[in-house]
Each structure stands twice: as structure tokens, then as C-alpha cells.
């Protein structure tokens, strides 16, 4: 039994996922099998996470964003509204396969501002702040300040 979970009735969570203490799931989300969720992660309104994800402790991510198979988020971790993560570089309708997925990392304390598009096979850094509406097309480094399209880092921190 988990402790402390809130699940929305209009949510569907996969029976095979697998769901920490305290973590709440608000209206019309969707969660897969086979992904992991850590404890005091609050997932907001018509949230999509794709099989295999993982996402660690102390997360918040906001409405509308999908987090699909292939991406790994650490701990402490903030996801603003509409943020979308993808997962194939070359993506077409025929000849799809799961050896097209390229892993994006998310690094712990990291924020991605609303609306901001992750392509894949990249790493957010540790504390990385990226700035509403970008495009991230390359990895960024730890302790950065990073936004337009493509981001760029603009400040680093220490």
C-alpha cells in the first residue's frame, strides 16, 4: 500500500507502474507501465508519462507535458507547463523500432520553464535553469542559465 497517494478518478495509472508515498496525480493524466515514480512527486493536469520513464524524488511537473520512453529525471527536479520531451531524432511513420530511442538525462535540481521543447539524446545538467519557450538542442552544463532557440547557455552560476 502506498502512503499518502492522491490519484484523480479520471487519471489511468498502469497497474505495472510503479508509484512512491506521497505523490500526487491530478485530472486526465495518463502513466504507463514500467515507469517510476519517486515519493513527493506531484504530477498536474493531462500529464503523459510514457513506459520505462523514471523520474525521481521531490519532483513538481505542471500541465500538459508529455515525458516520453527514454527519458531519466533525478531528483528535486521542476517541469513547467506544456514541456515536451521527445525521444527520436528522425522520427517516421514506417520502420519505427525501439532501438530509435535516445536517452535524455535531467539532471537533480534542475527547472524547465513552460513550454520548452527537449529534443533527445541530450543531459540538463545539475541546476540548470532553462527559460520558458526553448528549444533545447544540445546538452547543457551544470550550474547554467540557458534559453532561446536553439538554448544557449547566457549565465553560468559559481
Same mark, same amino acid.
Given at each position: 500500500?502506498?502512503?499518502?497517494?492522491?490519484?484523480? /478518478?479520471?487519471?489511468?495509472?498502469?497497474?505495472?507502474?510503479?508509484?512512491?508515498? %506521497?505523490?500526487?496525480?491530478?485530472?486526465?493524466?495518463?502513466? @504507463? /507501465? +514500467?515507469?517510476?515514480?519517486?515519493?513527493?512527486?506531484?504530477?498536474?493536469? =493531462?500529464?503523459?508519462?510514457?513506459? +520505462?520513464?523514471?523520474?525521481?524524488? +521531490?519532483?513538481?511537473?505542471? =500541465?500538459?507535458?508529455?515525458?516520453? =520512453?527514454?527519458? !531519466?529525471? /533525478?531528483?528535486?527536479?521542476?517541469?513547467?507547463?506544456?514541456?515536451?520531451?521527445? +525521444?527520436?531524432?528522425?522520427?517516421?511513420?514506417?520502420?519505427?523500432?525501439?532501438? @530509435?530511442?535516445?536517452?535524455?538525462?535531467?539532471?537533480?535540481?534542475?527547472?524547465?520553464?513552460?513550454?520548452?521543447? !527537449?529534443?533527445?539524446?541530450?543531459?540538463?545538467?545539475?541546476?540548470?535553469?532553462?527559460?520558458?519557450?526553448?528549444?533545447?538542442?544540445?546538452?547543457?552544463? %551544470?550550474?547554467?542559465?540557458?534559453?532561446?532557440?536553439?538554448?544557449?547557455?547566457?549565465?553560468?552560476?559559481?
Amino acid at each position: 500500500m502506498i502512503k499518502n497517494k492522491f490519484i484523480h /478518478e479520471s487519471a489511468y495509472v498502469s497497474d505495472l507502474a510503479h508509484i512512491g508515498e %506521497d505523490c500526487k496525480i491530478w485530472h486526465f493524466s495518463h502513466i @504507463r /507501465e +514500467n515507469a517510476q515514480i519517486g515519493k513527493k512527486v506531484s504530477l498536474g493536469q =493531462n500529464v503523459y508519462i510514457d513506459k +520505462n520513464v523514471i523520474i525521481g524524488n +521531490n519532483c513538481k511537473i505542471q =500541465n500538459n507535458v508529455s515525458i516520453y =520512453n527514454g527519458v !531519466v529525471i /533525478e531528483d528535486n527536479v521542476f517541469i513547467g507547463p506544456s514541456v515536451t520531451f521527445t +525521444n527520436d531524432l528522425y522520427p517516421k511513420v514506417d520502420d519505427w523500432e525501439m532501438s @530509435r530511442i535516445k536517452k535524455t538525462l535531467i539532471k537533480k535540481g534542475s527547472s524547465i520553464g513552460a513550454n520548452v521543447t !527537449v529534443v533527445c539524446g541530450i543531459e540538463i545538467g545539475e541546476n540548470v535553469l532553462i527559460g520558458a519557450g526553448s528549444v533545447v538542442t544540445k546538452s547543457i552544463p %551544470d550550474n547554467s542559465l540557458a534559453y532561446g532557440n536553439p538554448a544557449k547557455v547566457m549565465k553560468k552560476y559559481k
